[in-house]
């Protein structure tokens, strides 16, 4: 552990689960009753505006219900006090790891604190409802969209993602289904480049095999854990 300078952290919809945001495919989650093709796609988007607008409005409004957890509040220590290289990778959309204190992360697949215009690409931060027909401030187009990717879309920021695995020592997997790629294939490219791999997770998940190392428990256990035993950590 000592050679470890480069780490990434992948987190998914687990760790924000212990905070009550509700999952995506858990049991009466996060989809409440609409299949993934009705409100996750750009068909859907197309097909029925006011429900997918509406379904995100409903999201980022609540919000306002959860906060960061010890694992989210653990990740920030390690952001603030690793002295290496750290990228924070979320699939989530929520903001708990921003309001935990986390800065070097990014979202790969949008946030719902994020308006996007499906013209020009402009993109505003976004805290209230957003209706379809909403005007771009940028030029003008009546399509501003919910900044989310869609099944069938690609994820954000990926060259970046991908260098930061390359030049990974260790690569951490918190809280996710490795079921939703390409996401599910960093394990893989992380061990490609020589970097140790480990994943906390509550369940067996279905790419719990690719990994060194893989711990079951509560991200909110787990995370503080980790970050506590890392060198240089611990003794602050």
Known sequence: MSAIRNIVVLTGAGISAESGVATFRGPGGLWEG??????????????DPALVHRFYDLRRAALASVEPNA????????????????LIVTQNVDDLHER???????????????ALCADCGDRREWHGDLPPGTVCAACGSPRMRPDIVFFGEMPYHMDRI??????????????????VYPAAG????????GADTLELNLDRSEGSGWFGESLRGA???LVPAWVESLPGIGAK
Request: with cysteine; hydrophobic share 45%; aromatic share 6%.
């Open 100 to 114: 935990a204190g986390a800065t070097r992360m990014l979202h790969m697949h949008g946030e719902l604190k994020s």
């Open 219 to 221: 991200a909110g256990d």
């Open 34 to 47: 609409h299949r993934v093709e009705d409100v996750c796609t750009p068909q859907a988007l197309a097909r």
């Open 162 to 179: 991908e260098r930061a695995l390359a030049e990974a020592d260790l690569f951490v997997s918190i809280g996710t289904s490795g079921a």
């Open 71 to 86: 694992a989210h509040r653990a990740l920030a220590r390690l952001d603030a006090e690793w002295p290496g290289e750290l």
């Open 186 to 193: 960093f394990v893989q490219t992380a061990r490609y480049h």
